[in-house]
């Protein structure tokens, strides 16, 4: 069984929970490119309370589930073998792909489902929930790179994924090693 760095997964929370505030803070502008008028935050706060308080409710476990979500990505994605600037893209484009499927479960079930607008079957929705879900892996990947960089070196750079004629290292990218 692995064992989990307590700091590593601290700072990852730190990280995740970043990351969905981002993710929460650009939804009005990607509502209105995209067109759909969905919330991650509205889903979530409205199904504790259907009052006033749906808002900071949602925001919170909005931000709570980007913490658990990065706590695990902290300890997950030195193991992952990509180049470290890939990692908190695929790991939310993962979440995205694996959790689509479940949203005719969720519009069949969800108590608030009637103030909530019809998402499966509009492709609108899922380019919408792309966009978000690679907008948190991005901030997640490198907020965690970050603060989880080794307290002796500066932050890595990319220097090492990236050859002088812009096509990356073969020999390198072939190697397995983690970045």
Do not use: C
């Not at 990351?19 to 759909?36: T, Y």
């Not at 997640?140 to 096509?167: C, F, K, M, Q, W």
């Amino acid at each position: 069984m692995a064992s989990f760095d307590t700091a590593r997964t601290v700072r990852g929370a730190v990280a995740g929970a970043i990351a969905a505030s981002v993710w929460a803070a650009q939804e009005p502008l990607d509502i209105r490119v995209f067109g759909v008028r969905y919330s991650d935050h509205e889903l979530l706060g409205k199904a504790v309370t259907r009052g006033p308080a749906w808002r900071p409710i949602g925001l919170a476990l909005h931000a709570a589930n980007g913490a658990l979500f990065g706590a695990l990505y902290a300890n997950a994605a030195p193991r992952l073998p990509l180049p470290s600037w890939l990692r908190g893209p695929v790991a939310g484009m993962a979440e995205h792909l694996a959790t689509w499927p479940l949203l005719p479960v969720v519009e069949r079930v969800h108590p608030a489902r009637k103030q909530l607008p019809t998402l499966w079957g509009d492709p609108r929705a899922f380019v919408q929930a792309t966009w978000r879900h690679l907008l948190f892996g991005v901030a997640l990947g490198e907020i965690e790179r970050r603060l989880n960089a080794p307290p002796d070196e500066d932050v890595p750079t990319y220097e090492h994924v990236v050859s002088s004629n812009g096509h990356g290292d073969l020999e390198y990218a072939l190697s397995g090693e983690p970045s």
